[in-house]
């Protein structure tokens, strides 16, 4: 009798912890899956700004501004992604007097950093498709720092808006045997060399206004899942 409560016993707790350990590989199996089957994209670009404020032009003498801008993005569904990137733009410039309006011949160093978060949808319906329209909109957070060299440093940050599109053109086509590698290599399905377009409606709150709009030349990169592709 006292064997057979024994065993009773040495089941009751064997059969939860089995349960539990197979519960938790199937889990992990499932999560290895979803991730294997997601579709990422990272991407680099060279932007220039053009201003909306005509102080631009009083303070760097310009209303352009070059900025590097990199991210990425996690397609939710096949063609819509959310996006996130972060940028820089550096500059040098004299200060402009607050009466006279002229230059004071002091330099001022100007450091932005944007950072925007926001949704991208693709039109891409085709495998090896080689032209690949983008449209995509979201929420911008710029730090600013304005360091000058006797006076004391401003910093502060804008918030806004932004909504563009921009079109894809896939490298792929281009040299397939090296899309092929890449493939390989990296799990990189599709690189695409884009143009795009951008509005941005700053809130500019007194001091610096960032809003204008931006034109980028940037390299795309999809990562994901394994798809056709061109033969080498």
Excluded at 136 to 163: L, Q, R
Excluded at 181 to 194: E, F, S
Aim: charged fraction near 20%; proline fraction near 5%; glycine fraction near 10%.
């Amino acid at each position: 009798m006292k064997r057979t409560l024994a065993i009773f016993l040495l089941l009751a707790l064997a059969v939860p912890a089995v349960v539990s350990a197979a519960q938790e590989e199937t889990i992990k199996r499932r999560v290895k899956a979803w991730a294997a089957g997601q579709e990422w994209s990272l991407y680099g670009g060279y932007s220039v700004e053009t201003f909306d404020s005509p102080v631009w032009q009083d303070v760097l003498g310009k209303d352009t501004q070059p900025m590097m801008r990199f991210g990425g993005g996690w397609y939710a569904l096949p063609n819509f992604s959310v996006d996130f990137a972060i940028g820089g733009m550096y500059d040098k410039f004299e200060a402009v007097g607050t009466v006279s309006g002229q230059q004071s011949g002091e330099e001022v160093k100007l450091l932005v950093l944007p950072v925007e978060v926001g949704v991208r949808y693709r039109f891409r319906f085709l495998d090896n498709q080689l032209l690949v329209p983008s449209v995509f909109a979201g929420y911008d957070w710029w730090y600013f720092n304005e360091n000058p060299k006797f006076g004391s440093v401003v910093e502060g940050n804008k918030t806004g808006w932004h909504y563009g599109a921009d079109i894809g053109f896939l490298l792929d086509a281009i040299d397939p045997l090296a899309a092929h590698r890449m493939a390989q290599d990296w799990n990189v399905m599709d690189t695409y060399l884009c143009l795009g377009y951008e509005v941005l409606p700053m809130n500019a709150g007194g001091g610096l206004d960032f809003s204008g709009n931006l034109v980028t030349l940037s390299l795309r990169f999809d990562v994901g899942p394994e798809r056709a592709h061109a033969k080498p």
